[in-house]
């Protein structure tokens, strides 16, 4: 890689601001959520959200990668954050879908919330990975947010693995 293709300014955890084009932008990094490595910005004088994958707006089933670091618990604690920084005028722009609005995060927060309700009480109840995926708690969510059986199943085992972490 040639040297002027590497980045002249990074961050590890936390956040920073940098001013891009004249603007303000506030990047913070995502504890857990996507990945390990997900980072979201704000820019404060245009009202505009960039979640990246820690949130969609296409109503599907958001890939929670937990080979690396992604968890259940760190898209709630994002999407919940990006409540607190958002008002109904607020443009967010996700990871997928068209720009969505506060009301669209609200929407993808209570789906994650439910998903992580139920599959933690069957998880502390012990029940293994095949057990929960044969009883199927996110049956009524899957119908809105599964592109498919698959889609579902996939989703059920990476809210499931979230909690193998501690």
Known sequence: MSPGALPKQTY???SMTLEVGGRKAELTHVTNAHTDGDTWVYFPDANVLCTGDTMNNTKRYQTIDFANGGDIRGMIRATETYLKVTNDETKVMTGHGPLAKKADISEFNAMLKTARERVQKMFDEGKSEA????????REL????????????????MVYNSFKRS
């Not at 057990?131 to 996110?138: G, K, N, S, T, Y």
């Not at 899957?142 to 199943?153: C, G, I, L, N, Y």
Request: negative net charge; proline residues 4%; glycine residues 8%.
């Open 131 to 138: 057990e929960v995926i044969a009883a199927r708690p996110l």
């Open 12 to 14: 590890i955890g936390g």
């Open 142 to 157: 899957d119908a809105t947010w599964a592109a498919s059986d698959e889609a579902a199943v996939a989703f059920l085992k």
